[in-house]
């Protein structure tokens, strides 16, 4: 006969030792916009693999809402086949599929309608009945920008966002705003239902095992930190270029521009994680504090001299010749959005006060890389007095984060010989070497993070906000220009004149990544 | 996803230096292109990624062919120096002979390069591998060996390699009786044992512990795992139980840390030949009877079902991954220090 542990349990004894330190409680998932794109390329693949893989408990149940004339079974059909065409493992397992598919449901309503509301709450109770998700629920907004704020509201006064027991978490897709003022009336109107800590702002570029890595690179080799700062860095650059142009997102891409498409998001990340203090754990007020501070810190910008726009006009990549900007679909033959930013910036801090960060991002460069690039100072002296070594270049340390995932060192070496010969080399190590096995999907990570309630790698309000208020003074600086005669730089190329000019002014140079 | 395998060089050698310096040849690239040379000077500039040293023992060649194509695909993840050591002690004549050789492979376009030793030994030498394979270790990095099969607990060789390493890797699955599995917790437990103890079999049984926890940590669950009257487990008709064993008692080492002692029930199951496929677990209590139920089914799932009195809850399937030696060898290359847990459940196991 078993004995019976003389208290109650206060931890799940049989957890010791596993990966992960718990399961997600049962949930419902309520994505609306469930017959667009991102639910079909990136949410159901992941939620997919996800239980696939064991993350998902018991219960876990998704309602698809959308206004498409669908039934629950044209629902159920349209994700397999989104599994099937998307998920990072093949063949997909019909039995795991089947059990997840249990679990999906579909409303169809438009998105203000206060009856349909009614009808999701009505659900979201049978859910709670029949397949225990206890009043957990993840609102998900993967729809256009402009349905956040109604759909927030329809939630908050049907009372779906604060019935009965259970946590309601709401995940909202980038862009969160277009401005500052816009995205501070969407943090405004989201918290009227919601406080701070149940909203999970995604930006997928965190949930990317890559950047990551830069984390883990900085904070847990002892041997960089005592290096990573103004002392003996000369400067940093931080680049996200891209190859291909627009894709079919002219449209949207009309509004946005390099600038917020980019910048605001996924640069200020890197920025952050590049320059951040060490955070005194892995919590996410801890990190997100410290990237805080660093958006806080940032000089204000000189537009007219530390800010360089750019436009690609016709021209020739990776050997295929490509349409300039203003010839893509959607696109006005005159428009004068930029594909192309250069910032010099600077922290005011003590670990980096005069220290420039040169950022540059854009779209149809020569080739597509992601990379942070530590150049640190000369020696003080170099006793090779003799010698070429005007033929030296500074160390570099890169951070790769795609393609190549990886870090290089650029060192002075000597040529082996009699005589004393320097050549500078770089040590490359790619992570893949060692650790060549898949890596999850972004998603995977964020949702799985959002289910367990863990908002380290979601963006704050401040955090959003100081990035935005950043991009309205760039944006302010060119509205009282008159804008460059773009296009100004040839698709294939690393940008107009003037981002060179930017950098070279200061006695630096462009790395080429 | 490309894949290209180039053999970079094999030779033949009977002294620890020559080996020594082929070893750092074929590392580094320093074949005697001369001073100065485009080789000598790429090769200041090479970083070279490896995670470990890696020692295997095999007993035979037939052995030596299955071990070398695991290590093979296990270096596409793990690249590491190798050392396999074909010991036959038993055979009369001494002999002794090293072959060094490299490998180069391409995936996606990374190069992942890792270097190879063969030691085949016979006779007296076959008892003191342990000496010639020590200088031939990359310094810093961990150092594992991996015993494919039985362990020869007797031989001296093997308190040898155990010496030398960080981690003993075994599989518990392949045969171990009651007394091997007593001998390789005597191993774990050796007062100042340096190399902590992993096993592929214990790695092959991750998916049932990660659902069976799974289990409780549902709302409401908790309360009943203080009330486990029971555990039942259903496993093949092929005589091996150690994977059986190994779970029952990693149940009954994690319920003994919170003073329940849960009484182990073992079945067989005609239908299946090998390895655990059904674990259920009964509990009581206040809150009334339930039963946690996992079943393994073809094509690699576990399915996955709690009765709560006559009421099913929801019903789960998830995968349970058949694992390929290598994949489960690199699980234990990432592993740091003793695993409590496992010895734990080798201890409860055996009780």
Known sequence: ?513 | MSNDHTELSTRSFVDVHAIQDELDQVRWGLHADGEGSEAAEHAAAEARASVCNLITVVGNEPELGAVTSVLDRLSVTNPSRTLILLAQHTREADKLEAEVSAQERTESGHRVSTERVILHAHGEPARHLASLAAPLLIPDLPVILWWPGRPQFDNPLFDDLCELADRLVVDTDEGFDDADLARLLQVARRQKAQASIGDLNWARLMAWRHVAAQFFDMPGMLARLAHIRGVSIFHGHDGSTAQARLLGGWMRSRLATVGIDVPLEFRLDDSIEHGVCRFLIYAGGDEGPARFSMSRHRGGRLSTQIRLGDQDLAERTVRLESRATEELLGIELTLPGHDMLFEQALAAALQ
């Open chain 1, 1 to 513: 006969m078993a004995q019976v542990a003389a208290a109650p349990l206060t931890q799940n004894v049989l957890r010791d030792g596993l990966i992960l330190p718990r399961t997600p409680d049962p949930a419902a998932m309520v994505i609306f916009g469930a017959s667009g794109d991102l639910t079909a390329r990136k949410l159901m693949p992941a939620l997919y693999n996800l239980a696939l893989n064991r993350y998902l408990p018991s219960g876990f149940s998704v309602i698809g809402v959308a206004d498409t004339a669908l039934s629950e079974d044209e629902f159920r059909a349209h994700m397999e086949q989104a599994v099937q065409k998307f998920s990072r493992s093949q063949p997909v397992d019909r039995a795991v599929w089947q059990s997840l598919a249990e679990g999906i449901s579909f409303v169809r309503m438009p998105f203000d309608d206060e009856e349909g509301y009614g009808r999701l709450a009505a659900e979201l109770e049978r859910l709670d009945r029949e397949r225990g998700t206890a009043g957990n629920r993840v609102f998900y907004l993967a729809t256009a920008p402009q349905f956040f704020s109604v759909i927030i509201d329809r939630l908050g006064a049907s009372g779906i966002a604060k019935a009965g027991e259970g946590w309601k978490r709401v995940v909202i897709e980038k862009p969160f705003g277009n401005d500052l003022k816009s995205a501070q009336a969407l943090n405004q109107a989201i918290h009227t239902v919601f406080t701070e800590q149940q909203i999970y702002r995604i930006d997928h570029y965190l949930g990317k095992e890559t950047v990551q890595n830069v984390l883990v690179f900085r904070f847990a080799n002892g041997i960089f930190e005592p290096i990573w700062n103004r002392r003996y860095v000369d400067h940093i650059q931080i680049t996200v270029a891209e190859d291909i142009g627009i894709e079919r997102r002219g449209k949207y891409y009309e509004t946005a521009g390099a600038l917020r498409d980019i910048f605001q998001n996924h640069l200020m990340q890197l920025l952050s994680i590049a320059a951040m203090e060490a955070p005194p754990n892995f919590d996410a007020d801890s990190v997100r504090d410290e990237k805080v501070k660093v958006l806080k810190s940032i000089h204000p910008i000189d537009v007219a001299n530390d800010v360089v726009r750019g436009q690609y006009g016709p021209g020739w990549v990776g050997g295929q010749q490509v349409p300039g900007y203003r010839q893509e679909l959607n696109v006005a033959p005159t428009s004068n959005t930029e594909t192309f930013v250069a910032v010099r910036l600077k922290i005011d801090n003590w670990r980096w006060a005069d220290t420039p960060f040169y950022l540059r991002t854009g779209k149809r460069l020569p080739s597509r890389a992601s990379e942070i690039a530590i150049q640190f100072k000369n020696p003080p002296h170099l006793p090779f007095a003799k010698t070429a070594v005007q033929e030296l270049t500074p160390n570099v340390l890169v951070m790769r984060i795609q393609p190549h995932e990886g870090a290089s060192l650029k060192i002075a070496a000597k040529i082996p010989g009699p005589v004393m010969r320097l050549r500078t080399v770089n040590m490359d190590f790619f992570y893949g070497s060692s650790f060549m096995v898949e890596s999850p999907d972004a998603y995977e990570r964020l949702v799985l993070d959002c289910l367990l309630g863990d908002a380290t790698l979601f963006a704050r309000e401040d955090e959003v906000e100081r990035a935005w208020s950043l991009v309205d003074r760039i944006e302010a600086g060119w509205a009282s220009e008159p804008p460059p005669a773009f296009p100004n730089y040839a698709a294939g190329t690393w940008g107009p004149p003037e981002a060179d000019a930017l950098i070279e002014h200061d006695g630096r140079r462009w790395r080429r990544p």
